[in-house]
């Protein structure tokens, strides 16, 4: 059974990867999608068939065809569904939630459990689930570049983590709010702080 994308599905999705797919090396979400579908036509259509879905209430989006001709390639793999009415000169489009995550997955070198979180906005998404996510990725390569690519309590580089000072934002976390930690320096700053006991934050290493 098809579970389609919901609007607010695709309106946090195409929010997620304004910040994301630069991250990821791709300069905009359309050469995201191109790429995802390795074909153009087919990665346009997908990124119009979302941002509709987007603006709209309903799982279904229906387009001219006169303005969108119907397309092949690797559509169905990536989840994009198409139902033609040639009477009217329309195909209504839909998007299969868990094949778009699969791809997703593939395209961001995650998990699948990760590349659903890009679904949600990140400050909708629970602690153990943002940590994994895609969007605490983006974060914390910007606070340890921030932060010149080293522990600011020590100043070793090489491994490195992202600690919390606060969590009132997040995943809507400002600058202020985090910092970099070499393992050591983490660890004693948890133990100081009685926060972090069993929790395993930010445990990838710095790329």
Partial sequence: MTIP????????????????????????ILEFFVSLAADRMTGDRLLTVLEHLASGMDTAVALSMDLHPPIAGKAAEIGLEMISHASIRVIYYRVAAQRLVRELARMLVVSED???????????????????????????VEAIKKDGNRCRTCGRIGKLEVHHISYIRMGQERPEDLMTLCPKCHEEMDQRSGYGKGRKEARRVSR
């Avoid at 990140?122 to 602690?127: K, S, T």
């Fill in 5 to 28: 994308l919901t609007p607010r599905q695709a309106d946090n999705l195409l929010y997620n990867l304004r910040t994301v797919a630069p991250h990821y090396g791709h300069p905009s």
């Fill in 114 to 140: 990760s590349a659903r979180c890009m679904l949600s906005r990140p400050e909708g998404l629970g602690y153990k689930a943002y940590m994994s996510s895609p969007q605490w990725d983006v974060k914390r």
